[in-house]
């Protein structure tokens, strides 16, 4: 798995774009490629999770939704995903109360991502809730990876975040904006 240090590897994944729940609206196609080069000089919170269409991803999904602010703020783009395909990301927005117009990108990575970060679940062969952020050098900051069966707090990396953004000492439970040592 790579780690704090470590630079991002390539990878092209396709994405559902924020807002979109069907393949087409409006003559705009919901789908983006993106990949390693992509949203130069922003900060990106990658985020896995094992599969659409489960209990616990939603919720973890809709909490980062809910932080959106937080993260634009900080000049963060969110990128979730899975190993599951970019058309059954809309279905779920579709079919799923929760998750109809998300406002963050849905990926669906062919491996390249998972596997290059190194965080795909050897038995299950699914991505294991792992989240990264990576600085606009495209530098890992951050990592922290849960078991399949236990949700993140997207509000601690919205903390996280914002300590490694002051480019200070930040001591323990340090709250947004809080101070510096």
């Given at each position: 798995?790579l780690t704090v240090g470590d630079k991002l590897p390539e990878?092209?994944?396709?994405?559902?774009?924020?807002?979109?729940?069907?393949?087409?609206?409006?003559?705009?196609?919901?789908?983006?490629?993106?990949?390693?080069?992509?949203?130069?000089?922003?900060?990106?919170?990658?985020?896995?999770?094992?599969?659409?269409?489960?209990?616990?991803?939603?919720t973890e999904i809709v909490e980062f939704a809910k932080l959106?602010?937080?993260?634009?703020?900080?000049?963060?783009?969110?990128?979730?995903?899975?190993?599951?395909?970019?058309?059954?990301?809309?279905?779920?927005?579709?079919?799923?109360?929760?998750?109809?117009?998300?406002?963050?990108?849905?990926?669906?990575?062919?491996?390249?991502?998972?596997?290059?970060?190194?965080?795909?679940d050897q038995v299950e062969n699914v991505a294991l809730r792992?989240?990264?952020?990576?600085?606009?050098?495209?530098?890992?900051?951050?990592?922290?990876?849960?078991?399949?069966?236990?949700?993140?707090?997207?509000?601690?990396?919205?903390?996280?975040?914002?300590?490694?953004?002051?480019?200070?000492?930040?001591?323990?439970?340090?709250?947004?904006?809080?101070?510096?040592?």
């Open positions: 798995m990878f092209s994944v396709v994405a559902a774009k924020p807002g979109f729940n069907m393949p087409e609206e409006n003559g705009e196609s919901a789908f983006e490629t993106i990949t390693n080069d992509s949203f130069e000089g922003k900060w990106k919170i990658i985020f896995f999770y094992p599969k659409d269409f489960t209990f616990v991803c939603p959106s602010e937080d993260f634009a703020d900080r000049d963060a783009v969110v990128l979730g995903g899975s190993t599951d395909n970019e058309f059954v990301k809309l279905a779920w927005r579709r079919e799923h109360p929760d998750l109809k117009s998300l406002n963050q990108y849905s990926f669906a990575d062919n491996g390249s991502l998972v596997d290059g970060l190194g965080v795909r792992a989240t990264f952020i990576v600085d606009p050098h495209n530098v890992i900051q951050h990592v922290s990876v849960n078991n399949l069966n236990v949700g993140r707090n997207p509000a601690e990396i919205v903390r996280i975040l914002d300590g490694l953004q002051t480019d200070e000492l930040c001591p323990c439970n340090r709250a947004l904006g809080g101070d510096t040592l």
